[in-house]
Antibody
Framework: QVQLQQSGAELTKPGSSVKISCKAS????????ISWIKQRPGQALEWIGA????????GYNEKFKGKATLTVDKSSSTAFMQLSSLTPEDTAVYYC?????????WGQGVMVTVSS | DIQMTQSPASLSASLGETVTIQCQAS??????LAWYQQKPGKSPQLLIY???SLQDGVPSRFSGSGSGTQYSLKISSMQTEDEGVYFC?????????FGGGTKLELK
């Protein structure tokens, strides 16, 4: 069965960076894009960007350019998102999701807390 | 960016009641619309794609309709397990955008 397993919660300080992972299983990793989605507590969902695991090509929401960097490791079927120059406004749950214009499978989410 | 506006922001329904949630896009999205359900502490779950196609495993009391800029999600008979927050999402253009969500509670 299709699964997206994300890394654990992160507690980090303002100005730092964090890299979270999303390991895919149960399907051909290179056949679908992986998107990353942000959800602040009690808020709606924001699309950060997507990566094509086959080509490594990426697309970003303008709002997150310079904030998020998406990469993949095809050998381990894992997608990564690095968030840089963290501020308290980056405190949120971050989801990865399999993307074919809709998101049919989601990871369990990673809570990133930015606090001094 | 395509703006997605959902209404109402919240509602409560009795067991067996029919529930309808609306989603309006800021431009024609040619049925490139999905609906998701999210329960507290959980990831969103895909319910409907292509405006009206039911995702595998989703109960048939859920249905989607609409075209152009106006779409709706209907729950034909409210059940306890249908409580949660519902989001619409357009998949026509980048960036993908979501509605603000509708919180559905059991009355």
């Amino acid at each position: 069965q299709v699964q997206l397993q994300q890394s654990g919660a992160e507690l980090t300080k303002p100005g730092s960076s964090v890299k979270i992972s999303c390991k895919a299983s149960g399907y051909t990793f290179t056949s679908y894009d992986i998107s990353w989605i942000k959800q602040r507590p009690g808020q709606a969902l924001e699309w950060i960007g997507a990566i094509n695991p086959g080509s490594g090509g990426t697309g970003y929401n303008e709002k997150f350019k310079g904030k998020a960097t998406l990469t993949v490791d095809k050998s381990s079927s894992t997608a990564f998102m690095q968030l840089s120059s963290l501020t308290p406004e980056d405190t949120a749950v971050y989801y990865c999701a399999r993307d074919y214009s809709v998101f049919d499978y989601w990871g369990q989410g990673v809570m990133v807390t930015v606090s001094s | 960016d395509i703006q997605m506006t959902q209404s109402p922001a919240s509602l409560s329904a009795s067991l067996g009641e029919t529930v309808t949630i609306q989603c309006q896009a800021s431009e024609d999205i040619y049925s490139g619309l999905a609906w998701y359900q999210q329960k507290p502490g959980k990831s969103p779950q895909l319910l409907i794609y292509g405006a009206s196609s039911l995702q595998d495993g989703v109960p048939s009391r859920f249905s989607g309709s609409g075209s152009g800029t106006q779409y709706s999600l209907k729950i034909s008979s409210m059940q306890t397990e249908d409580e949660g927050v519902y989001f619409c999402q357009q998949g026509l253009k980048y960036p993908r955008t979501f509605g603000g969500g509708t919180k559905l509670e059991l009355k």
